[in-house]
């Protein structure tokens, strides 16, 4: 084992690039300390969601099949971690209520039949399918968000339906429409019912973040109407249109859930994926230069726009489901779009990679280097992050779309910082310390720092690497080699560390929504 020497230098005296000697023989020059940061990096920024929806309804993603044991169902789901793990992916959005049911255990919804089999069957052997999913997750440092549908009682062609669905409870607040049942959103007490499904879980679960997708007001379907022009005579009084108050409804529905949530728990993160074009330009000028088609405002009644002009939401996720040559509603315009009218809050794409290979008419999804010509508009227009739907075909790597996103997501990404919830970063760890135990291996030890001004505990922490003769930038998210959750264990075990070279180690603290402390006191282990 070769002899160690080392070194603590203050964080605030970093050191800068220094060539590295051309033999043995050749002197090592003198580290000379400059700021942290003031090497820019230009390549894949630190901080970026990288999302995948885990559809539940109807098994799409999880799990396979109705009925599955519970180990069955639980070895599914880590497969589907580790898988999006190795991609690179640090964010799970998982169904958890798909049609007025439930994935989880502490609710008043019944089991989904798409769990059990049968609607109200109970799990056996019994287990928490949320809690277990969180566990999972943040285990792996991904965040878990609850994604849960708003508008169906009861789904199309159901198998069963549990004497303790909401729609046998309370019939009068649904309304028949294309072989569903769906909610009139009218009627306040239903409002009230769904803002209490959302702030149970919210309690109960130590969920990263609260998800809402695209259903609404029901997609229209022709020769259909949907019938709550009963609720509008009832509750529509100062309203032009039926059209006008249906869009309140919705905005009243988002604007107090995104109260109620932060009430309960202000980390918990409130995001929404609706259809990916708000109006068109040619209905609207405020709208983008897309063409023909549906649109969120007037067919779905959801005012998307005004939901992160107003701040009701903590992120926004629009469907941009098309590709970049598709001639009436191509990527990069909408995107470009949304890049402007996202108010002060974080622009996610979702995107359609379960179009990939597929036999459709937009023939953009033939080309293997869509994806990642769509990533790469992403970060020229610096957005803050990505959701893939859906996880099977992040499972089946069609035109090698996984291998895509390995190469895009090679270095680890922390989650994007919300100060409008929490700017106060945690104090620094403290005593930072690092050996050689092994071949190739250094063991790195540090202490817990002093709570910061907010008294919030450290979530994790993040260990960085650098070369001796390379300059610290922290801003490098390749120097990254671990990210540890917080859960009483500090220290961690480097085995990439060449025994021929020396490196500079920092370890720094996180708080729950991400920001991050100074660095520690650097050690130079040579």
């Not at 379960?354 to 990533?375: C, E, F, I, K």
Request: proline share 6%; net charge neutral; charged share 25%.
């Amino acid at each position: 084992m070769p002899a160690e020497k080392v070194v603590k230098i203050p964080s605030n005296e970093l050191p800068k690039p220094t060539p590295k000697p051309v033999s043995e023989s050749t002197t090592k020059p003198a580290v000379k300390p400059v700021p942290v940061g003031t090497y820019k990096y230009v390549g894949a920024p630190k901080r970026e969601f990288r999302g995948a929806w885990v559809a539940t309804i109807a098994n799409v993603d999880w799990p396979s099949q109705k009925n599955l044991t519970s180990k069955k169902q639980q070895d599914e789901f880590i497969s589907i971690l580790n898988n999006h793990q190795k991609i690179g992916l640090n964010a799970v959005l998982v169904q958890v209520r798909a049609a007025s049911d439930a994935f989880y255990a502490r609710g008043s919804e019944p089991w989904s039949e798409w769990l059990t089999g049968q609607q109200g069957k109970l799990l056996e052997p019994y287990y928490d399918p949320m809690r277990f999913m969180i566990e999972e997750s943040h285990v792996r440092n991904m965040e878990f968000h609850a994604w849960l549908n708003l508008n169906r009682g009861v789904h199309k062609g159901p198998r069963s339906i549990s004497d303790n669905n909401i729609t046998k409870q309370k019939p009068e607040w649904f309304i028949e429409y294309d072989g569903y049942k769906l909610y009139d959103f009218g009627i306040p007490e239903v409002r009230k019912y769904i803002i209490d499904v959302v702030v149970n879980i919210v309690k109960s679960y130590d969920v990263d973040g609260i998800h809402f997708d695209d259903y609404f007001y029901p997609y229209p379907v022709a020769g259909e109407v949907f019938k709550d022009q009963n609720s509008f005579r009832k509750y529509g009084a100062g309203f032009r249109t039926i059209e006008d108050w249906r869009r309140e409804n919705i905005n009243i529905l988002v604007r107090d859930l995104s109260l109620a949530i932060k009430q309960e728990k202000k980390w918990v993160k409130f995001g929404i994926s609706p259809f990916g074009v708000w109006r068109n330009q040619s209905d609207d000028s405020k709208g983008s230069p897309t063409y023909g088609g549906l649109n969120s405002f007037d067919n779905l009644f959801a005012d998307t726009k005004k939901w992160v002009e107003n701040n009701w939401v903590d992120y926004v996720a629009p469907q941009v489901y098309f590709s970049l040559e598709n001639q009436k509603v191509p990527y990069e315009p909408l995107v470009k779009w949304w890049n402007k009218n996202s108010g002060g809050r974080y622009l996610y794409v979702g995107h359609s990679t379960y179009r990939v290979d597929a036999n459709t008419s937009d023939l953009g999804w033939r080309n293997p280097n869509q994806m990642g010509n769509q990533l790469r508009i992403n970060r020229e227009l610096g957005l803050k992050g990505s959701i893939f739907y859906n996880t099977s075909s992040l499972m089946k790597n069609n035109l090698g779309l996984s291998d895509t996103l390995k190469m895009f997501y090679r270095n680890t990404a922390l989650q994007p910082t919300m100060p409008w919830i929490d700017n106060v970063a945690p104090n620094s760890p403290q005593n930072v310390a690092a050996q050689r135990i092994g071949q190739n291996e250094v063991s790195i030890k540090w202490e817990m720092p002093i709570l910061a001004d907010d008294q919030e505990e450290v979530h994790s922490f993040v260990i960085y690497r650098f070369s001796e003769f390379e300059g610290i930038n922290l801003n490098d998210p390749s120097k990254i080699i671990k990210i540890i959750r917080n859960v009483g264990i500090l220290s961690y075990n480097d085995k990439e560390a060449k025994s021929s070279e020396g490196y500079y180690y920092i370890v720094t603290a996180l708080d729950r929504l991400n920001n991050e402390s100074q660095p520690s006191s650097l050690f130079l282990l040579k």
